[in-house]
């Protein structure tokens, strides 16, 4: 299964990496590494994560307050979000429209 990124959640991605690395060396890269453990456990079991919204689901990442939202579709995943859990936590409602 393959995926693709909205590119504000790419974007997101990218700057959560760097204010993580910033903090403290190697922490960027292990954020990197669990969001994309997540992102194959999505691809692995798309439909076993929780519907946040008619299909609209989200696997949630270990060590970080980070969620991974995707949309499946066939043999497609579409992340919608790389969102951090304790901060507006609807705001990527305005991607759907947007989807590809």
């Given at each position: 299964?393959?995926?693709s990124l909205h590119p504000e959640a790419e974007e997101?991605?990218?700057?959560?990496?760097a204010w993580y690395e910033e903090r403290e060396a190697g922490l960027g890269l292990d954020f990197a590494t669990e969001i994309r453990e997540a992102i194959r456990l999505a691809q692995s079991?798309?439909?076993?994560?929780?519907?946040?919204?008619?299909?609209?689901?989200?696997?949630l990442v270990h060590r970080f307050p980070y969620g991974v939202l995707y949309s499946p579709d066939?043999?497609?995943l579409y992340i919608l979000a790389v969102?951090?859990?304790?901060?507006?936590?609807?705001y990527w409602r305005e991607r759907l429209a947007g989807r590809e």
């Open positions: 299964m393959t995926f997101e991605f990218e700057a959560a990496v079991m798309p439909l076993a994560w929780p519907e946040m919204e008619e299909n609209i689901r989200r696997v066939g043999d497609r969102m951090h859990l304790r901060r507006k936590p609807d």
